[in-house]
């Protein structure tokens, strides 16, 4: 069945500092990719999306890049802030049209 | 604005009790999730419905049950026999359609359950 893996947390930078956050995933066919954020004590917000290979999602100075050669699609950010705080999710929509997760990547920015 | 809305915010449930986790939308969307969220997981997936009067089970249903008697309700009901109920729920939300896969999900607040 479909799976994502994310990198495991957590990861404090400073400010200003470089983001990348790991995702590869396990699918049939052609999904379509997600990376959510969730900040404390709320739902998930989608940061953003690719659905087709070498498509780039971005959204607030983050991007990712959906690679189907290496089955990746890794968040990255050129300098990050403290209110970057907040766990980052990976996820996935295949064939049976459900979202996949991983397990989260709690990221702490410090000032 | 269009949104989901859950409530409770927080919810507390004695032992043998059941309780029901509220989820709205004004989306108009046809699909609604339910999830369940534990501490340094990902989300997993409990229920789904994709049409009124219709739902199916998601991979850790043992425990709960739901209705979906309106498009823009789909309550989950945390029976008394889910032993490990303590967790974070969230409901979601999504249009659904052919070639409509790469249509995100919208999240709710979500309610945090605990046991008394």
């Known amino acids: 069945g479909d799976s994502v893996t994310q990198m495991e947390g957590p990861v404090t930078l400073s400010e200003e500092a470089f983001l990348t956050i790991n995702c590869t995933y396990t699918?049939?066919?052609?999904?379509?990719l997600f990376w959510y954020v969730q900040y404390p004590g709320e739902g998930l917000q989608l940061l953003l999306k690719a659905t087709k290979a070498d498509d780039k999602g971005s959204n607030k100075g983050f991007e990712a890049t959906y690679r189907k050669e290496t089955t990746s699609f890794h968040l990255e950010k050129g300098s990050v802030q403290v209110s970057d705080s907040a766990v980052y999710f990976c996820a996935l929509r295949g064939s049976a049209r459900q979202l996949t997760f991983g397990s989260g990547t709690q990221l702490t920015v410090l000032p | 604005d269009g949104g989901i809305t859950q409530s409770p915010k927080y919810l507390f449930r004695k032992e043998g009790q059941n309780v029901t986790l509220s989820c709205e939308q004004n989306?108009?969307?046809?699909?609604m999730y339910w999830y369940r969220q534990d501490p340094g997981q990902g989300l997993r997936l409990i229920y789904y419905s994709q049409i009124v009067n219709d739902f199916q089970k998601g991979d850790i249903a043992e425990g709960y049950s739901v209705s979906r008697e309106k498009k823009e309700s789909f309550p989950l009901t945390v029976t008394s026999a889910q032993k490990n109920p303590t967790a974070f729920y969230l409901c979601?939300?999504?249009?659904?359609?052919?070639?409509?896969?790469?249509?995100?999900?919208?999240f709710g607040d979500g309610t945090r359950l605990s046991i008394l």
């Open positions: 979601a939300s999504s249009i659904v359609g052919r070639g409509r896969s790469n249509q995100p999900q919208h």
């Open positions: 989306l108009n969307h046809d699909a």
């Open positions: 699918a049939t066919g052609y999904p379509s």
